[in-house]
């Protein structure tokens, strides 16, 4: 088979082998879609070099169309081709990280919950060395965290929550100066201005701190340490409130979470510290 992908895709027209490649897809050639495109990035690889901006842009194409035809694939086909595509783009460390975020949900869905974790602290271990945001890196922290609780890692998975709250902790924004995106986007001038942005950066960090919250109280729970579950999951509610509304996923989860631990409570007799 692999003969015949040489044949249709000559290394002399990189031309060719993306038009080979857009066509084996329309055919429903799947695997033999993935080979082309595969020829496709060495190709680029031999004419622009490791570092090009062409390789890396393609590279990020491909790594999307990889997630994309590997999920019609069976397992061990889509974990494979994955594994593949890492080889290929190891260089890009950038295309590299969204790689394992990939291959996390891949082996999660499939309950290989160790190797979802591997890769998830891959995700955070490439965000650290790329030298992104502390958003970034929180964001990851809250997904290992996911991974060492499916494992039933509770107290390390607890640990990375924290972590990711005490990471934004910093970045919170002030209450007075917290604005909600929708009176930025009544025109198309303001949408785009400098404030909308930082208004987006700012619901961003609470959104990945409320979270945290929420990952940190399911931890308590899951402990067993019931009062802390309900003082994260309330102090998490009123936190997402005062920011976010009442009406958005997070806040609507963090109180349902609260309603929850509440009922819990007044169920065992638990008594409070005001």
Do not use: W
């Not at 890009?92 to 602290?121: G, N, P, S, V, W």
């Amino acid at each position: 088979m692999k003969e015949a992908h040489y044949q249709q895709c000559p290394e002399s027209s990189l031309q060719n082998i993306d038009e080979t490649s857009r066509k084996l897809q329309e055919q429903g050639l799947k695997k033999e879609a993935l080979d082309c495109l595969q020829l496709g990035l060495l190709k680029r690889k031999e004419l622009y070099g490791c570092k090009s901006a062409e390789l890396q842009n393609e590279c990020k194409r491909v790594g999307k169309l990889f997630v994309e035809i590997c999920k019609t694939l069976e397992f061990d086909e889509g974990i494979d081709y994955l594994h593949k595509a890492l080889k290929i783009v190891k260089s890009d460390r950038r295309t590299k990280m969204h790689i394992f975020q990939l291959l996390a949900e891949l082996y999660f869905k499939a309950k290989h919950h160790f190797m979802a974790l591997k890769c998830a602290r891959q995700v955070l271990s490439l965000h650290k060395a790329l030298g992104d945001g502390e958003i970034d890196c929180a964001a990851a922290m809250l997904n290992v965290c996911f991974h060492l609780s499916n494992m039933k890692k509770h107290e390390a998975a607890l640990k990375q929550a924290e972590a990711a709250i005490e990471l934004l902790r910093s970045k919170m924004p002030r209450p007075n100066s917290m604005q909600t995106i929708r009176e930025y986007s009544d025109t198309e001038s303001v949408a785009e201005s400098e404030t909308l942005s930082t208004v987006k950066t700012d619901m961003r960090v609470v959104e990945v701190v409320a979270l945290g919250y929420h990952n940190a109280g399911v931890q308590f729970e899951f402990l067993g340490d019931i009062k802390n579950c309900y003082y994260i999951f309330r102090h998490g509610g009123e936190i997402a409130s005062q920011f976010l509304g009442q009406d958005h996923t997070i806040t609507e989860m963090l109180l349902e979470s609260t309603r929850c631990t509440a009922r819990q409570i007044v169920k065992n007799g638990i008594i409070l510290e005001i």
